[in-house]
């Protein structure tokens, strides 16, 4: 079966750094990318960028560029999203989902979600 | 950035009958257009790829059609479970990709 496996919740104060992680099982995990997907409670889903993890080759949207750190380790089939410095309007749930490379598809695997709470 | 524009925000529709969802791109995105089932609680699901395409396990009641930039889910004969939030998303130029504001499909 194919699985993408997040950490668990995380709550954090602002200022804080934080990694979260998404583990693959079931199928090739250097033949398919990965992107993060946020969405803020009551809200709709944000694509913040992706990675292949062939070569770590990462794009970002520009509403998230510089402000988060995608990264993955294909040796152990994960992949991490990353803050150095935590806002509380990163207060969200966060995806990961796959898209398999050189698919007509989209994401068609996603991970449960991690839920990041940030608050003084 | 392409914008996605989804109508309308809510959808009160009696189970059995039939819904029609409509995405709209700001500009062309190809056939590279795909709808998501949210569920409160749940991550999203895959439904529709390619425009028309159902993914694996989605039932026949699902459909998705285009007209230039214009793009439509239809549930055919709703059921109980497809009460939900229905997203449409753009993936052919990026980045970023993008997602439409949603649609919520309400019990009448």
């Known amino acids: 079966e194919v699985q993408l496996v997040q950490s668990g919740a995380e709550v954090k104060k602002p200022g804080e750094s934080l990694r979260i992680s998404c583990k693959g099982s079931g199928y090739s995990f250097t033949s398919s990318w990965i992107s993060w997907v946020r969405q803020r409670p009551g809200r709709g889903l944000e694509w913040m960028g992706r990675i292949d993890p062939s070569d770590s080759y990462t794009n970002y949207s520009p509403s998230f560029q510089g402000h988060v750190t995608i990264s993955a380790d294909k040796s152990i089939t994960t992949a991490y999203l990353q803050w150095s410095s935590l806002e509380a309007s990163d207060t969200a749930i966060y995806y990961c989902?796959?898209?398999?490379?050189?698919?007509?598809?989209?994401?068609?695997?996603w991970g449960q979600g991690t839920t990041v709470t940030v608050s003084s | 950035e392409i914008v996605m524009t989804q109508s309308p925000a809510t959808l009160s529709v009696s189970p059995g009958e039939r819904a029609t969802l409509s995405c709209r791109a700001s500009q062309s995105v190809r056939d590279n257009l795909a709808w998501y089932q949210q569920k409160p609680g749940q991550a999203p699901r895959l439904l529709i790829y390619a425009v028309s395409t159902r993914a694996t396990g989605v039932p026949a009641r699902f459909s998705g059609s285009a007209s230039g930039t214009e793009f439509t889910l239809t549930i055919s004969s709703l059921q109980s479970e497809d009460f939900a939030v229905y997203y449409c998303?753009?993936?052919?130029?990026?980045?970023?990709?993008?997602f439409g504001q949603g649609t919520k499909v309400e019990i009448k």
């Open positions: 989902a796959r898209r398999e490379r050189d698919s007509e598809s989209s994401m068609d695997v």
């Open positions: 998303q753009q993936y052919n130029n990026w980045p970023p990709w993008t």
